[in-house]
């Protein structure tokens, strides 16, 4: 196993290093007088030459170390991938027992699996690779051989954001645009397009948020706000509320939502406007709801920006409890990795405050169990789900 390891250029840290986080930034590194490509793989040594792992160089990113592996004995190679990527496959067949439930979810959940920089989820026969580093899209071909390897006959979907790939200089135009796929998930069925919707196309987090909201809608009227291609809305339709609206701002998600109604023989009333003016002109009509749900997309990424997030987040979330009926449900979202569990509560207080009613939290959640974090990188936990009551 040692082949590689002897050829990789040695990257040494300027001040000592104390933490377990996979990441170094730029300003605790030396740059190497050889350069390395970014997203090479490298030694990793301390300030008195200790060795402390083996991981991805990067001069460019702030990121400038992703550490992989802390065993010196152990290269990264095509095999590491191919082993890394089991595992990450064994957790969700043999642990989280998936399969019986759906056939999409997250396979990599970038450093929660100690793949820094790599997303992957699975649709049915479809793979959506989404990368955030540049050593995981260097890497590439390792990769798809690893899934491969796990998903016989798999189709492939792979992008990276721009921002992302300026932010870690490396250029990628993504993979020929994949065919949607049909998955289904607690009985339901979906269309997951990543080339025609948001992100990689289906949000799976929410698998276990929506199953368990829709068993408190039965006969109800229910309100889906920022409903993308439908998850909530059309889980509620099939699982017998009365009455389903679906709200987006999209048009492009909103055909899709309406294909995923169809495709279960749900019927969802889906309207196309910003939830802002749409809140208020609904708040003023009277017009109300038993269950509300509010899973807007991701505010910042920006540190400065989390407190106008917190504002936007605190006025649509009044405007929401404006329009629930006394007794009535809210399940209410954040996926900005920004914003911790306790400033969403502490907005979700003030919300319930300016809108004058009393708020009952039922339930505190996140993202499904395909999304683990490292407790050393509490970053990679962006989804808080507060499921309440109004009581009045
Ligand atoms: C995280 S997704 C919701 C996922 C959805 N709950 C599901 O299960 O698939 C967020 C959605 O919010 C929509 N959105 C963002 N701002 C909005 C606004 N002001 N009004 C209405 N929709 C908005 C986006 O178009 C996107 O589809």
Sequence with gaps: ?????????????????????????????????????????????????????????????????????????????????????????????????????????????????????????????????????????????WIYDALRAQFPGCRFHAFADEHVQKQESFDFRGSEPAQPAIITEHGIRFRADPAGAHKTGFFADQRDNRQWLSQHVAGKRVLDLCCNTGGFGVYAAVRGAGEVVGIDIDEDVLAIARGNAKLNDARVKFIQADIFPWLRDAGQRGDAYDVVILDPAKMTRDREQVIPALKKYLDMNKLAMGVVKPGGLVATFSCTGLVSEDEFLGMLRRAAFYAGRTVQVLKVSGAGPDHPFLAQVPESRYLKAVFCRVLD
């Design 1 to 141: 196993m040692r082949a590689m390891n002897d050829a990789i250029p040695t990257v040494r840290l300027r001040n000592p290093w104390r933490s377990n986080h996979p990441w170094i930034f730029q300003k605790l590194v030396d740059k190497p007088v050889s350069k390395p490509k970014p997203g090479s793989v490298v030694d990793i040594v301390g300030i008195d030459g200790d060795w402390i792992g083996r991981g991805f160089y990067n001069g460019h990113s702030r990121i400038a170390l992703r550490i992989l592996e802390t065993d010196r004995e152990v290269a990264i190679d095509a095999g590491w991938f191919a082993r890394k990527i089991a595992a990450a496959v064994a957790l969700r067949r043999e642990v989280l027992q998936l399969d019986a439930i759906s056939d999409a979810w997250r396979v990599v959940h970038s450093e929660g699996d100690g793949l820094s920089g790599l997303v992957v989820d699975r649709y049915g026969d479809l793979l959506v690779v989404e990368y955030f580093s540049a050593g995981m899209f260097r890497h590439r071909e």
